[in-house]
């Protein structure tokens, strides 16, 4: 778990200096050695909604990075992922998504 927020924390910063390119690099990098990791994927998202800078708010990147974790069988932290993707959602409006979501979560 430390070592994976390192890494998260690393590509963090190059979101933040406005170096999305790296940022993008890092998090695919990371996520192809663990793809199950279910915090990793939250955490690119929110470079593109929750933690936007430098002009990164770009919402349906951040649909396409939580729609790549839920495809994963096997995601670590899937409640987490599949809450952060209900939240999304709601901020784009995309009632029907969200309603296939929730169901998703009482199963």
């Known amino acids: 778990m430390f070592i994976e927020n390192v890494h998260k924390s690393s590509a963090n910063s190059y979101f933040g200096l406005g170096n ?3 940022g ?16 990793g994927y939250i955490g690119w998202a929110d470079q593109y909604r929750n933690f936007a800078e430098n002009g990164n708010l770009n ?3 951040a649909k396409d990075i ?5 495809s994963m069988k096997s995601l670590n932290n ?11 959602y709601n901020d784009m409006r995309l ?11 009482l199963l």
């Open 20 to 22: 999305k390119e790296k």
């Open 24 to 39: 993008d690099h890092l998090c695919k990098q990371w996520l192809e050695e663990s793809p199950d990791w279910g915090w």
């Open 59 to 61: 919402l349906e990147m």
């Open 66 to 70: 939580l729609e790549k974790a839920l």
């Open 78 to 88: 899937r409640v987490d992922v599949l809450e952060r993707a209900i939240s999304l």
């Open 95 to 105: 009632i029907i998504e969200i309603d296939i979501l929730k169901n998703t979560l």
